[in-house]
């Protein structure tokens, strides 16, 4: 199987020199499949490197051009936030690792913002994601049912075989931030097979989601529902559907599933909880050090157990378990100032690029994609209540896809001489502010052309 597993990456990684396109497709599966991991005989090829080098080449070779919309450029200085930590961090060294490691996303943000120039591509980079988190839930969900899971807690918990969704935590949140894309391969227009494709991996996500035992992520499905019902009127009639089906599905669930989500009702006696709150007094006590650049990328846990764990009581080398203490601990002010530009960028940005699709008469998956971008921050938001997740790719790949669709080109399809004042629902401004830089000089265009037609 591993030959097989070369083979196949190796014709993609050939097939990416000639279209760069295809190389960032490359890239994205062995990241997702991280082939060293399964097999380590791979593991000195060093796979991840060689696609990324091998697209790099072809993407020189074609001519591409780096992009540089507002949100990479947030992006990149929060990364810069990283790097600013250094000089003061708790452990240099270990900052300094972290901020090496977390290049690899920067490359990949780089190649997706600048190869996702089309709608096709951006529904191919989409596929091809939710096609490989289909594979780690499935197989997550396979070898559960072998009796191969992971026990802690207490409970039978489904684990992933590659660091990429590796503990039952991480694979559950994998699994539920695929959702929203998942709905929009469901969209309207799309073949019906990618239509199934979206609601299989649905159906595998909230299966395997059950069988990770993970509390943080059962309270996300709940979440995530109340967002997609609510967030349109019409969605309203499911709401009684909805709670019809819940006491079912508490009754389906098995008991030792439920004992672990009911401790949600005392956490006051749950050890683990109040260990995480004591994790959190110490981000304060870092950030109170130096509010300025924090303890450094990726030092929480040796600060916290090394010198900023509070009480008299046994110090814990512990995560933030919190995105919101990761964040004020590791990175001060610059991290707060740079990661809340960046996601504030994004969010507007998705919620005009909805504005104009709609204005544009685009394809239900165009127009619906920015607003299920944002709920998959939303989703990140509130999953980082117990979830140190700052680092986490989902954020910058959200941002990469969302800059990519505020550059596309969607004015071109609109013919001579038609009026695009008129929104699909309602009557919006078509003031020049609304509109993403890259779409200025087609619209003066055509509404010049409109002017001097007239």
């Not at 930590?85 to 490359?107: H, K, Q, T, Y």
């Not at 999953?383 to 505020?406: E, M």
Request: with cysteine; net charge positive.
């Amino acid at each position: 199987m591993q030959v097989f597993v070369l083979l196949v990456i190796f014709v993609l990684m050939m097939a990416g020199l000639m279209r760069p396109y295809i190389g960032l497709l490359a890239l994205l599966i062995v990241m997702e499949l991280q082939p060293g991991e399964l097999y380590p005989t791979l593991a000195p090829l060093h796979l991840e490197r060689v696609a990324a080098v091998l697209l790099l080449i072809s993407f020189l070779m074609h001519g591409e051009k780096w992009r540089f919309p507002a949100p990479t450029r947030w992006f990149l200085a929060f990364y810069g936030a990283m790097i600013v930590s250094i000089p003061l961090a708790f452990w240099r060294s270990n900052s300094l690792a972290s901020c090496f490691s977390f290049l690899e996303i920067v490359v990949y943000v780089l190649f997706a913002t600048a190869l996702l120039t089309t709608e096709a591509r951006i529904r191919g980079f989409i596929l091809t994601e939710i096609l490989l988190v289909t594979w780690l839930g499935g197989s997550a969900l396979y070898n559960y049912h072998r009796g191969i899971w992971l026990v802690r807690m207490n409970i039978e918990r489904a684990v992933g075989i590659t660091s990429s969704a590796g503990d039952p935590d991480s694979l559950a949140a994998t699994l539920l931030l695929s959702i929203p894309l998942c709905l929009a391969l469901m969209a309207r227009g799309n073949p019906p097979w990618m239509r199934l494709v979206g609601l299989g991996t649905i159906c595998i996500a909230l299966v395997t989601i059950l069988d990770t035992g993970s509390r943080a992520a059962a309270l996300g499905v709940v979440f995530l529902v109340a967002i997609l019902i609510f967030r349109k009127r019409k969605n309203l009639i499911f709401l009684p559907i909805v709670a019809a089906l819940s006491p079912v599905v508490w009754l389906a669930i098995p008991a030792q599933y439920k004992a672990r989500y009911e401790t949600v009702d005392h956490l006051k006696g749950d050890e683990s909880y109040q260990n995480r709150i004591l994790s959190w007094k110490g981000g304060i006590a870092m950030f109170e050090h130096n509010p300025l650049t924090g303890v450094g990328a990726g030092n929480y846990t040796d600060a916290n157990g090394n010198g900023y764990w509070p009480g008299p009581r046994h110090r814990f080398y512990l995560n933030a378990h919190s995105l919101y203490f990761k964040l004020l601990g590791e990175l001060g002010i610059v991290g707060i100032i740079t990661f809340g530009g960046y996601t504030l960028c994004v969010f507007r940005l998705n919620m005009r690029s909805r504005r104009q699709l709609l204005e544009m008469h685009e394809s239900q998956f165009l127009t619906e994609l920015p607003a299920l971008l944002n709920i998959i921050f939303l989703q990140l938001f509130f999953a980082g209540y117990a979830a140190h997740n700052l680092y986490r790719i989902t954020w910058f790949v959200v941002g990469a896809i969302s800059a990519s669709i505020s550059l596309l080109p969607a004015l071109e399809n609109v013919p001579e001489g038609v009026e695009v004042r008129q929104h699909k629902r309602d009557s919006v401004s078509l003031a020049e502010s609304d509109w993403s830089p890259a779409l200025l000089p087609e619209l003066r265009a055509r509404l010049g052309a409109g002017t001097q037609a007239s």
